[in-house]
């Protein structure tokens, strides 16, 4: 979704603003919401991924004017609502009209303190099965050009963009059918490195990358060489790019091409630093 | 819940059911209350769990342990979830999933999350509404080492790396440790860890602003 939830690059928002005390909660009411959303919700309402959504269904002009736990009122009010789980009225007044069906949320349990939180609900978000993975550290990838209007976890500045995989995250649920009822999907999230200059335009920062988590259907496989050798990526890549209109030669000539790939996906620090050009 | 919040709060609802946010929170209580979905022990137990036993502490431990204990740091690097647990701090949320990432003489790291507000509960503890603000999600990405200018810390020319924590991934930044700190112990070196440094918009302290801290502090 094109919303203005997905803030990244956006300009006129002034300065960052600090406050001095930076209390955890600024009122009573924040703790409550707080607490409600991990406990009530997280268990048996929804998942994290349709409570994203739901705040992000806020009318812009609403999100925007209103504080982070109003947000989070937001979304739960419209949620038990969606799931069955209360009506309007019942929302309105503070009293149950109705007991909440099993339907609705499945086995109560009083929780008995217990910190939980979306992510420990019913649908775990990552999956210890191995999915064959469709990238590898070192892969040049494209954020896919994608605009639906459901959610999505893939941010609007990176859409279209050349990056390089730097990490496999392991498998993770799919939060853009997660959202919306329609199953887990689970595939492989990847952290790819994005040029600042990439992202922004030639006259950019040269030496700052944004690094963005990004499910497989998210890429696809940037068409520059299909298999470029890893120790002479920045020697072939000019030939390569003579090869395939599809590929402007800026990104081969800018350093995009100029990482050779990580021998193998382990999250080793030291392959990522030796493998980046200074 | 009359905490003075309620009455001059100047915002804009333009949103359906719109009385102010402290009375319809109240409302919902009272109805999850009566529909048993939620336990107000329960919550009194959770809040006070984020009020006073997971913070920032619990990340200045883990980075203290690593800068002193290199397999300690070999551990971390591998499963930053694990390593973080066995100094006793359980993943809970927003901690499920976390990957340690270190700054060096020529990379700083700056985590964010532009979607919404994205943080490592466990061992940071809630954000700061600054780092929830508008301001930072937009910036961030776009101008890292202007932001950062703003908070004091000047990168010059070290290469910048921005995490965007686009996915159930919480990042938690592994600052330098600070010269001038061979003698220190673990302890007195998680004195040295701010907030801001595991978030990449601040630098740990260096022994003579811990040690100006304390005589203020006295």
Known sequence: ?278 | MSDGHDHHDGHDHHNAPLSEPAQRVKALEQLLVEKGLVNPQALDELIDTYERSVGPRNGARVVARAWTDPEYRKRLFDNAAQAIEELGFPPGPQGEHMMVVENTPRVHNLVVCTLCSCYPWSVLGLPPVWYKSTAYRASAVNDPRGLLKGFGVDLGDKEVRVWDSSSEMRYLVMPERPAGTESLSEEELADLVTRDSMIGTGLPKSPAQRARASRAAK
């Open chain 1, 1 to 278: 979704m094109n919303g203005v939830h997905d803030l990244g690059g956006m300009h006129g928002f002034g300065p960052v603003i600090r406050e001095p005390n930076e209390p955890v909660f600024h009122s009573e009411w924040e703790k409550r919401m707080f607490a409600m959303t991990l406990t009530a919700m997280g268990r048996r309402v929804c998942n994290v991924d349709e409570f994203r959504r739901a705040i992000e269904r806020m009318p812009p002009a609403g999100y925007l004017a209103t504080s982070y736990y109003e947000k989070w009122l937001y979304a739960v009010e419209s949620l038990l609502v969606e799931k069955g789980v209360a009506t309007r009225e019942e929302i309105a007044s503070g009293h149950a009209a109705a007991p909440v069906s099993a339907k609705a949320t499945g086995s109560l349990d009083a929780g008995g303190g217990r910190v939980e939180s979306f992510d420990n609900s019913a649908v775990k978000l990552r999956f210890n099965k191995s999915f064959k993975p469709g990238f590898r550290v070192g892969d040049r990838v494209v954020a896919r050009n994608l605009n639906p209007e459901h959610h999505t976890r893939l941010p609007r500045y990176a859409r279209g963009k050349r990056g390089v995989i730097r990490y496999d995250q392991g498998v993770f649920v799919f939060p853009d059918t997660h959202a919306h009822g329609q199953g887990t999907k689970p595939q492989h999230v990847y952290t790819v490195a994005f040029e600042a200059r990439e992202l922004w335009g030639a006259d950019h920062d040269q030496r700052a990358q944004v690094y963005v988590d990004c499910w497989e259907a998210y890429l696809e496989r940037a068409r520059i060489a299909a298999k470029p050798a890893v120790k002479s990526a920045a020697k072939t890549a000019g030939k390569a790019v003579s090869k395939t209109k599809t590929s402007p030669a800026k990104f081969a000539a800018k350093g995009h091409a100029a990482k050779p790939a990580a021998k193998s996906t382990s999250r080793s620090r030291a392959a990522v630093k030796k493998g980046r050009k200074r």
